[in-house]
């Protein structure tokens, strides 16, 4: 006899990684907020760590590797995309001129968090990072 993922006990520990997207699915189900999100979040992040290498590259470099960490123990799957991508946004924004990849940055940076707010008066809900302090500074970033 097999066993679902329906059928399992609910007395069993959730995965970190399970109550963040329980927590995220809940606070996200507006389907413009979620498409807002899935565009606005990645484009933050690029934007935060090219802001990081202009003031310096070890800094992103750090910020970098202190979220290789945090996917590393949150989940392997999540780790390897991430670090595949974070390698991607590495050598793309180690491309870029200077001042150009800066104004960039700063530009996108502004754009997705005005989309973030967008978003959630859409929902009619706060973003995570302004209702609550028990989840972690990596996670409120994602609102």
């Not at 927590?23 to 979620?34: C, D, F």
Request: positive net charge.
């Amino acid at each position: 006899m097999s066993t679902t993922p329906d059928q399992l006990p609910s007395d069993l520990p959730q995965r970190r990684i399970d109550q963040l997207l329980a927590h995220y699915g809940q606070s996200h189900q507006h389907a413009t907020n979620e498409l807002i999100h899935f565009v606005a979040i990645p484009v933050i992040m690029f934007s935060l760590v090219g802001l990081l290498m202009a003031l310096h590259p070890w800094l992103a470099y750090a910020f970098v590797a202190a979220g290789m960490v945090y996917y590393a123990r949150l989940s392997a799957v999540f780790f390897a995309v991430m670090f595949a991508i974070s390698a991607a946004v590495l050598v793309f924004l180690s491309n870029m001129a200077g001042e150009q990849r800066t104004l960039w940055c700063l530009a996108l940076f502004a754009g997705a968090w005005v989309l973030q707010f967008i978003g959630h008066r859409l929902e009619g809900k706060k973003p995570s990072s302004l209702r609550t302090s028990s989840t972690s500074g990596w996670a409120r970033c994602s609102c």
